[in-house]
């Protein structure tokens, strides 16, 4: 049993020791019922309807970037047209089109409109019928596509198979998956490097593109629009010449041909250049 003396002593320690839990309770109901308030105003503000005056501020805001947006575009539009005007002016050595390569160094995106355009003035371009005209002569004196006979009806065949592939692949990989896929089918210069490194950037070409967001990616327009018109090249090769295989064969050289034909596109301003300066000299 506690003395009474020893009670006297602890009593003041007790009372000290429940004060301060007694003040310690005040404040923590104090601090829930802040909270409790808080969160009650948070509630009531989230619940609050926009009144009239905010809607139209944001409605007019919403119509503002709508028509930033369209004017931004329209001016990409306007930019990429006189872009193209350009292009379809350039040729290799005055003949040959070179409408699919862009030289300038940062290129307005095409429209899908654009697009169609442009592959249709190279697939209908007066050299392109005369360079069908030579592959199908070449082919039959190889008498390649053997059942198409001979003659002016073999080369008749031979003239309208090869132009179709011509016109297929064109509108395919150059139009039509490039719209689709959002692809940009142009050929851009590099123009400066060593001669390897510009070689291998052309070559590259075949399998990458740049997106119409400006970023290079996989040209699955290209690599599929030539599988694809090798395949519709079955419906009217004669049968021996037919299948999986010639039509990924066919498909693997257009995209070879593609490879070349970009290396010449890399390297014309650079010849072009140097032959206009020994005129000037001669001159």
Known sequence: ????SSLRGVAPCFVCLLLFLSSSSVRAQQTSTDGEKQAAAKAE???R???DQELKKGESERAGQEQK???QKREQRERAE???KQQKRQRVFGIVPAFNASYAPNAAPLTPRQKYGLAFKSATDPFTFVLTGVDAGINQLQDDYHGYGQGMAGYSKRFAASYVDTFDGTMLGNAVLPSLLHQDPRYFRKGTGSIMSRIGYAAFSTLRCKGDNGRWQPSYSNILGNVAAGGISNLYYPQEDRGVGLTFQRAFTVTAEGAL???ILEFWPD?????AHKNKVKN
């Open 45 to 47: 503000g989230n619940d």
């Open 261 to 263: 034909g970009a290396m």
């Open 69 to 71: 947006s369209e004017e």
């Open 271 to 275: 010849v072009s250049r140097k032959f």
């Open 82 to 84: 006189e872009q193209l």
């Open 1 to 4: 049993m506690l003395h009474p």
């Open 49 to 51: 309807k926009p009144s």
